[in-house]
């Protein structure tokens, strides 16, 4: 049995700087039958340990079935980030996982999908978007809405456009300051409600973001007929253990770490926007 508390071995085998102050590392277990006996769900998340300096919770954004490699989006705001900036191929980290809840997508099948994100909510969700369209059959329309501060902050620009010109798919992004010729709108995400070509009684809504987007986005979906429990939020809290022991990320009587990061907007709604949870 596999120690949740002990972090196995990983080699970086590429590692990609998304933009000024984002990189993904790309890794591999140095022992290939941990590695491939590694499974994860899209939205959950693994422990990355640099040596030496700290340990840090962060989303996977691959591929499921991508067995050569598991990639991680990382945003330099901590000493564990920015130690983990000097990583290159070859090097090494502890990982553990993965933890968590993930996204709902076997009770997706069938529906419209939207997916809403703010900032770097894009990570979490992402690895629901390729989901999506690597198994395109299984779901019919998919909307993408993606939000960020500043322009220069969009990673993956080029695949947002690539995305927009598949079958039965839209892509609506914003940012809140454009850098000349940004192509898309001026302004807030939720702005952008109105351009929204779903049917409500017949899809799921995947999102992560600050938590205030999330409430105004909540807002309009409810106002457009999406019901409650098909609404579905990544949560962001401080997680240092991974296993419900610390309590850094309580939320009510549950744990983000093992009960989440995945809600349901209907389990989440008694104490969501409530100051202090």
């Known amino acids: 049995m596999v120690n949740p508390h002990l972090p196995l071995e990983a080699e970086v085998v590429e590692r990609l700087q998304e933009s000024p102050t984002i990189f993904t590392l790309r890794l591999r277990f140095t022992d290939p039958v941990k590695h491939a006996a590694f499974r994860f769900a899209p939205g959950q998340f693994n422990m990355l340990y640099l040596y030496g300096v700290g340990e840090i919770p962060i989303s996977i954004v691959s591929d499921p079935d991508d067995e050569r490699m598991f990639d991680h989006a990382i945003r330099v705001v901590g000493r564990v980030t920015r130690g983990m900036t000097q990583l290159k191929a070859g090097d ?46 299984n779901f019919r329309r998919l909307v993408i809405m993606q939000g960020v501060k500043h322009s220069d902050d969009l990673i993956w620009r080029s695949q ?49 973001g600050p938590q205030g987007m999330m409430q105004v986005a909540v807002g309009h979906l409810r106002a457009r007929g999406v019901h409650e429990e098909n609404i579905f939020l990544s949560m962001e809290r401080s997680m240092n253990c991974a296993v419900g022991h610390c309590g ?3 939320y009510g009587g549950k744990f983000v770490c093992k009960d989440g990061p995945v809600f349901s907007y209907s389990e989440a709604k008694p104490l969501f926007g409530i100051r202090g949870f």
């Open 92 to 137: 090494r980290l502890g990982v553990r996982g993965p933890y968590g809840r993930g996204w709902p997508l076997k009770l997706a099948e069938g529906r419209d999908i939207m997916v809403i994100t703010g900032g770097l909510g894009c990570a979490p969700v992402v690895s629901v978007i390729n989901y999506v369209i690597r198994r395109r059959d």
């Open 160 to 208: 947002y456009s690539q995305w927009s010109k598949l079958r039965d798919t839209q892509v609506l992004v914003a940012a809140d300051v454009g850098a000349a010729l940004w192509p898309w709108h001026l302004g807030r995400v939720t702005e952008l409600f109105d351009q929204v070509e779903i049917d409500p009684s017949h899809a799921m809504i995947m999102m992560c």
């Open 248 to 250: 850094h990320c309580q």
